[in-house]
């Protein structure tokens, strides 16, 4: 076997044990860590490499790389890698959820908390912001926190302090992953109607299709630049986005970003044929491409910010 196929073995074998589809899927948000690599600058590159090497996991990401692999590949595609962290940590052993509503709302102290890798909690309700709307009139719910907003910011300030390594490496993964989540559109909003008065929890009770190829809005949304868990697939994906607006890019408040997802649901998301209710819908040709066509956009623009982010911010 050459050493390209079989590093798209390994990293597929890897990648597709114990790793649910969230977000943008382990592809998309490889994805946005590719994006971002490109546009690191050598020191920050350098101290990534020094962070994610205190992670539980180092190991097992570097192992997934054949030896003969260039070290500067090799260590793009382990920082690709640590963007899945926080999902992949919802299938690990000696993980457990917390929180309420099967841990997708938080719920005390431990919710907040920030200790770095001596947490084993899953702590879901970081990946999203589910901001509210209503067509129908419906009173709107609170908005949980934390959430995917305030880890954000918080997050950013520990890599900018004199906090200890190990922190700063829990924090990274963190933000490789949240920065991705936050530019998924269903990770900021939900659609709250008098049926479902709580919302529709990102599009999760949103149904597609009818059985036997019941899908979920959500779901859909996640894999809208495919279902692939591969490294190599990734990074494919990502040198074929488009290049995001300057402009646009150099925003830095991740409320700015959760704000453009949110309104991105209304424009894109939740317009025919996903109608009224809760389903079940099936999509068409121009919806397939419409959502493909907005999420390579939101991705292109997630990596290009948390380059941003982490060139300005990381110590």
Same mark, same amino acid.
């Given at each position: ?7 798209i073995s390994i990293l ?5 044990l114990?790793?649910?589809?969230f977000?943008w ?7 946005v860590?590719?994006?971002?690599y490109?546009?690191l600058?050598p020191?920050t590159?350098a101290r990534v490499?020094?962070?994610l ?6 190991? /097992?990401w570097?192992a997934? @790389?054949?030896s &003969?692999? =260039?070290?500067?590949r090799r260590?793009m595609l382990?920082?690709?890698?640590? !963007?899945?962290w926080p999902?992949f940590?919802?299938?690990?052993a000696?993980?457990t959820d917390d929180?309420?509503?099967?841990g ?5 102290p431990s ?5 770095g890798?001596?947490d084993?909690l899953?702590h879901?309700?970081w990946?999203f912001?589910?901001t509210?709307f209503s067509t129908d009139?419906?009173?709107?719910p609170?908005l949980p926190?934390?959430n ?6 918080a ?21 490789e992953?949240l920065?991705?989540?936050?530019h998924?559109?269903? /990770?900021a909003?939900?659609? @709250?109607?008098? &049926?479902d =008065? ?9 149904t597609l299709c !009818? ?8 779901g859909f ?11 190599l697939?990734a990074?494919s ?10 402009t646009l890019?150099?925003k ?10 949110f ?9 025919p044929?996903?109608?009224?209710g809760n389903g079940?819908?099936t999509l068409?040709a121009i919806?397939?491409?419409n ?6 956009a939101?991705?292109?623009l997630?990596g290009?910010r948390l380059a941003n982010?982490l ?5």
């Open positions: 076997m050459s050493g390209t196929r079989k590093l597929v074998v890897t990648f597709a114990g790793l649910p589809t977000a899927g382990p592809e998309g948000h490889m994805a860590a590719y994006v971002a490109q546009h600058n020191a590159k490499d020094q962070l090497k205190l992670n539980p996991d180092y190991q /097992h570097k997934a @790389v054949p &003969g692999t =260039p070290a500067a260590k382990i920082f690709m890698m640590a !963007a899945t999902d940590i919802r299938n690990k000696g993980y929180g309420t509503e099967g997708n709302r938080p719920d005390g919710s907040s908390q920030n200790i890798y001596s084993h899953h879901k309700y990946h912001v589910d509210p009139g419906t009173t709107l609170a926190s934390p995917a907003e305030t880890q954000i910011t997050f950013r300030a520990v890599l900018a302090s004199n906090d200890p390594d190990e922190k700063k490496s829990y924090d990274l993964v963190w933000l992953h920065v991705g989540d936050i998924q559109p269903l /990770h909003t939900t659609r @709250v109607s008098s &049926g =008065p709580k919302g529709d929890n990102g599009g999760n009770l949103v !009818a059985a036997p190829c019941k899908q979920e809005l959500h949304w996640d894999g809208a630049l495919g279902s692939s868990s591969s490294a697939s990074v994906v990502g040198r074929n986005l488009p290049a995001p607006d300057a890019a150099a830095k408040d991740a409320a700015d970003w959760a704000a453009e997802s309104e991105a649901a209304k424009q894109t998301v939740y317009t044929p996903i109608g009224n079940p819908f068409d919806y397939r491409s959502a493909k066509t907005l999420a390579r939101r991705v292109a997630a290009v982010l060139n300005d911010e990381l110590k």
